[in-house]
């Protein structure tokens, strides 16, 4: 399948609804890749297995190795019960990502962000755009929210080969750990990759409060279903996300499924 990559004209911009500072924000980790590389098979010479096996399906013979990404989506979101969702994202791995959606509560308009950019996090959401439902900020959102970024970086496949990811093989041919610092911490994200070079899913131990009980480190991962080709880059499709991801408590644990509709590299 192959899904819509903005031109030009159309590329995805900073939504209007953002505040200021947070739109300078998206525009900083906008700015284009500096003088690219281009993708060849001996690019991932070294790397593990299944990881050589991942580019090669999702990398197009000569792409530029463009680092960030913008993206837009529909899904489901938990908030009590599953509500829609539209959104769109800047990810530039691992520098940041500011994440802007919209929903619905009790029937009326819900808005807001999350980002990690310059070395913090924050979560602001408001119903009618003026009455605050979730804010957080502090030392426990921002490394939350920079697992989130690790989590992340397989949607832009050419920080994969790069100098910010650090890969270790293991003994399962369908897994390779990479170690991603975001800014002072890192983290061993579990990548895994079936044997024709789709990506199957990501897991890492992400610090969070998903039970009310603390904040501390929780299983959390993603699960890939189907695939889209944008541009360069063959993407997953569909996206399952959450907590206590490959335990018995992912069913209460997952929160967000998503659609990947756009997607165009910089």
Request: with cysteine; charged share 25%; glycine share 10%.
């Amino acid at each position: 399948m192959t899904g819509h990559v903005p031109h030009d004209g159309d590329r995805v911009r900073s939504p209007a609804r953002l505040p200021g500072r947070v739109r300078r924000e998206w525009a900083a980790l906008a700015a284009p890749t500096a003088s690219p590389a281009r993708f060849a098979p001996h690019v991932a010479d070294g790397l593990p297995a299944p990881v050589r096996r991942w580019l090669a399906h999702a990398v197009a013979p000569g792409a530029p190795l463009s680092e960030t990404a913008e993206l837009v989506m529909h899904g489901e979101i938990r908030m009590g019960t599953w509500r829609p969702f539209r959104a769109h994202q800047i990810l530039a791995p691992p520098r940041g990502l500011v994440w802007a959606a919209a929903t619905r509560l009790a029937g009326l308009p819900v808005s807001g962000f999350d980002r990690y950019s310059g070395g913090t996090g924050e979560m602001r959401w408001r119903l009618l755009g003026a009455v605050p439902v979730v804010s957080g900020s502090g030392p426990d959102i921002t490394r939350s929210a920079a697992g989130r970024v690790a989590c992340e970086f397989p949607l832009v496949p050419a920080v994969a080969p790069g100098p910010a990811v650090r890969w270790e093989p293991t003994d399962d041919d369908r897994q390779a750990v990479a170690y991603v610092r975001v800014d002072r911490e890192e983290f061993a994200v579990t990548v895994r990759v079936s044997p024709s070079g789709r990506l199957e899913s990501v897991s890492l131990l992400r610090w969070g409060n998903p039970d009310g009980r603390g904040y501390a480190e929780h299983p959390f991962g993603a699960a890939f279903e189907g695939e889209a080709r944008f541009g360069d880059f063959t993407l997953p499709r569909t996206v399952r996300a959450g907590w206590w991801f490959g335990t018995d408590r992912w069913p209460e644990g997952e929160f967000i499924r998503f659609t990947v509709d756009e997607a165009a590299y910089r």
